[in-house]
Nanobody, 120 residues
């Protein structure tokens, strides 16, 4: 099992920055992924990182603006979000699973989510 806690969300103006954290406890997993869900929309993939940190992937709309990283000594994965846009507004969730995937169905444990709101 795993327990995940996200933090770092908030209200920021467009072009601002936020850093989300996902602190994990319990067993380790091969993949940690960030998803987001805006009101009235489906939950969507944002970024994923493997256990070593050597492999990362991003959805096209955040490439060049978001950076995923991890500190295994702290059991924490980060999502640095720069040049934020109003369309980035959503609840951001981290999830862990045994395989790298952009499919939310492949992830076994989820955090409670953290709200990110970007004003124009």
């Amino acid at each position: 099992q795993a327990h995940l806690v996200e933090s770092g969300g908030g209200l920021v103006q467009a072009e601002g920055s936020l850093r989300l954290s996902c602190a994990a406890s319990g067993r380790t997993f091969s993949a940690t992924c960030w998803f987001r869900q805006a009101p009235g929309k489906e939950r969507e993939f944002v970024s994923v990182i493997d256990w070593s940190g050597a492999y990362t992937d991003y959805r096209d709309s955040v490439k060049g603006r978001f950076t995923i990283s991890r500190d295994n000594a702290k059991n924490t994965v980060y999502l640095q979000m720069n040049s934020l846009k109003p369309e980035d507004t959503a609840v951001y969730y981290c999830a862990v699973g045994s395989f790298i995937s952009t499919d939310l169905r492949k992830y076994d444990y989820w955090g409670q989510g953290t709200q990110v709101t970007v004003s124009s």
